[in-house]
C-alpha cells in the first residue's frame, strides 16, 4: 500500500491560519469516514488530534479541524500559536482491511 | 487513564527476530484492537499491524511474510515478532489502542530498536 501525499512543509505566523492536505485514493481516503490527523512533537508519541474526518477527541483545541473532499483531507489550524509546531501525520482505514499513514508534514510558526 | 507501555530489547542482530511486548495498564485490553506502528528515524510513521483481543490480526502488505502479532489477555499484553530483520527495520516501535476504525487514541511512549550488522 501506498503513503498518503502530504506536503513536506508549511508555515505561518502567529494568528494565521493554515491548511494541510493529505492526498489518497477511493481505496483509502476517497472510500471512507475513517481519517484520522496526529500532531507529532520532536521525541515524543503521535497524539491523536482529528479522528473520522472532522471530530476532535476531547480536549483537543477547537483551533483544529478537519475535512474531506472526494480523496483528499485536509487539516487546519487557524490562530497558529507557537506550541503547534511540529510534524502532522493524516491516516486512513483502508479497502484491504489496513490503515495506512501520510508521509508527514512538517509545521513551522514564523 | 490507559497507559501503554513497550518493552523489549534496543538492539537485535541482522537476521534475527525483533521481539517487542506491549503492557496495557489503568483498562481492559479487551473490546479493543491493538496496533504496533513504527517510524524510522527522522522518517514518517508506517503501520505494522493489528490485533483484536479475540486474536484476529492484520499486517501491512509488504510485512506481511515476516510479522507475528500475538495477544495475551491474562496479562494484558500483545506482542510483536519481526523476523529477518534488517537496517531498514531501525525504528522507534509504538504500540497504540484503535478504538473503532483508524483511531489511535492511546500510544506507548515508543522504543528504538537499532539493528545491527
Known sequence: QSALTQPASVSGSPGQSITISCTGTRSDVGGYKWVSWYQQHP???????????????????????????G?????????????????????????SITEVFGGGTKLTVL | QVQLQESGPGLVKASETLSLTCTVSGGSITGYYWSWIRQPPGKGLE???????????????????????????????????????????????????????NRFDYWGQGTLVTVSS
Open chain 1, 43 to 69: 521525541g515524543k508519541a503521535p497524539k491523536l488530534i482529528i479522528y473520522e474526518v472532522s471530530n476532535r477527541p476531547s480536549g483537543v483545541s477547537n483551533r483544529f479541524s478537519g475535512s474531506k473532499s
Open chain 1, 71 to 95: 480523496n483528499t483531507a485536509s487539516l487546519t489550524i487557524s490562530g497558529l500559536q507557537a506550541e503547534d509546531e511540529a510534524d502532522y501525520y493524516c491516516s486512513s482505514y483502508t479497502t
Open chain 2, 47 to 101: 503501520w505494522i499491524g493489528f490485533i483484536y483481543y479475540g486474536g484476529s490480526t492484520n499486517s501491512n502488505p509488504s510485512l506481511k511474510s515476516r510479522v507475528t502479532i500475538s495477544v495475551d489477555t491474562s496479562k494484558n499484553q500483545f506482542s510483536l515478532k519481526l523476523s529477518s530483520v534488517t537496517a531498514a527495520d531501525t525504528a522507534v516501535y509504538y504500540c497504540a489502542r484503535r478504538n473503532g476504525y
